[in-house]
């Protein structure tokens, strides 16, 4: 026998060894990972199908509760409207599948009534292909689709208010159109199975039952590349005041540009898109401290608030819309730890004043303006109003919380139809 030779003896308790490592460890394992994989396909049995009149570029709020959906082990599918057919038709982005309906249409105006039509008929029609047990409606706009989905489908329906939708479109359509889609709206609502709200005061203005689900942000770990990247976009000499976020009319935007090119070390940084891009982009061009950047990618959004001394959330007061729901950036400012402004009077500006985490302005030029200069010139107390936001973020205002009310509705739901 050679020397590098095993004997007879020694291949076989070598096998043995190996054969009982086999059934110590390794079955074992084999055996839970089968176990779990039976489990979640039991679990997934139970599937989502989301309406959405956006693309889903993604939405924040959409996104969220969709992956917190699939983490609470259901299927979901996003039925998306993109009007301008710029997105895949088809897409999975974190476990959520996404299917594209690219119907031409106009935003912001009465034509787009078109359009939103083509797209039920569109949604009623490839639901019919669908495995699903609840249709989750995201705002007024796919309500009727997707309650008429369910009616014939026998399937569940969450309504999700994201807005106030009547006054959200008030000042764009005729006066006889806003006030049918109002009382449509309290119509229809309570036909859901559950009703979601983004805050209390929208939840009050449906007239049912319903559980609110904030804006609110994760507790994240920032990425340190982002926000370098981020970072390097700003002046580090400068103030830097933040908007993130969609470019409409109404929220103190142009308002806001006009403010701060006149005033000393204060830098304005602006985000997202809309029908005032191309302002915005004209004052950032002739003004040393305005800066556009452009969409902002979801993951962007964050580190860009932590990289900057303050959040700007300044809606126009004349809105009941405005008045009534909370934008994504006062809780963005919460989490990154970053002061916040907001309008006296309207929920976002009572949250701030409860919370201290920023200051309430009145809707006009001279009260932004002293309320930047006042956390410009105060340093501490603007660390302060940071803090206290963060706090409230990790008591209440995070998105742990929110996801918990979402998946207690869920099985609320489906427990009643057991």
Not at 38 to 57: A, G, I, Y
Not at 168 to 173: A, Q, T
Not at 377 to 383: H, S
Request: glycine share 8%; hydrophobic share 40%.
């Amino acid at each position: 026998m050679r020397a590098n030779e095993l004997s007879e003896g020694e291949i076989y308790i070598k096998q043995t060894r190996r054969v009982k490592l086999i059934r110590d460890t390794a079955l074992p394992q084999i055996c839970d990972n089968l176990k779990s994989y039976v489990l979640h396909l039991e679990v997934v049995s139970r599937k989502v199908l989301m309406l959405l009149t956006n693309p889903f570029r993604p939405d924040p709020r959409v996104y969220k509760e969709a992956r917190s959906l699939i983490k609470g082990g259901y299927g979901v599918t996003i039925f998306a409207w993109d009007r301008d057919g710029g997105f895949p038709e088809t897409e999975v982005l974190d476990g959520i599948r996404i299917k594209r309906f690219a119907i031409p249409s106009p935003y912001g105006s009465i034509s787009m009534v078109r359009g939103l039509l083509k797209f039920w008929k569109a949604v009623r029609k490839a639901a019919k292909g669908e495995d699903f047990d609840i249709i989750h409606c995201h705002d007024f706009d796919t309500l009727p689709a997707g309650l008429k989905i369910a009616r014939k489908m026998g399937k569940k329906v969450v309504y999700d208010s994201h807005e106030n939708y009547a006054s959200m479109i008030e000042f764009d359509v005729p006066r006889p159109v806003y006030l049918f889609v109002r009382h449509y709206e309290r119509k229809l609502a309570p036909r859901a199975d559950g009703v979601i709200a983004a805050s209390e005061p929208m939840g009050e203005a449906l007239s049912c039952p319903y559980v609110v689900v904030t804006n609110a942000r994760e507790l994240e770990d920032i990425d340190e590349g982002r926000l370098k990247k981020c970072r390097a976009r700003m002046p580090q000499d400068a103030f830097v005041v933040t908007y993130i976020g969609v470019l409409e009319p109404m929220r103190f935007l142009i308002e806001a540009c006009e403010v701060v090119q006149s005033m000393e070390g204060v830098h304005l940084l602006i985000g997202g898109y809309g029908r005032l891009e191309e302002e915005i982009k004209s004052y950032a061009k002739k003004s040393g401290n305005i800066t556009f950047v452009g969409r902002v990618p979801y993951l962007d959004v964050l580190p860009y608030t932590v990289a900057s001394d303050a959040v700007m959330c300044v809606f126009d007061p004349t809105n009941k819309n405005n008045v009534m729901g909370p934008p994504n950036k006062l809780f963005e400012g919460m989490v990154a730890g970053r002061p916040v402004l907001a309008t006296k009077g309207t929920h976002s500006g009572k949250l701030v004043e409860r919370t201290g985490c920023g200051i309430a302005v009145d809707y006009s030029p001279e009260s932004f303006r002293k309320a930047v200069e006042f956390l410009r010139d105060n340093p501490e107390e603007a660390a302060r109003m940071g803090k206290k936001g963060r706090k409230a973020a990790e008591d209440e205002f995070n998105w742990g919380v929110m996801e918990q009310r979402l998946l207690d509705l869920y099985d609320s739901i489906l427990k009643s139809d057991a």
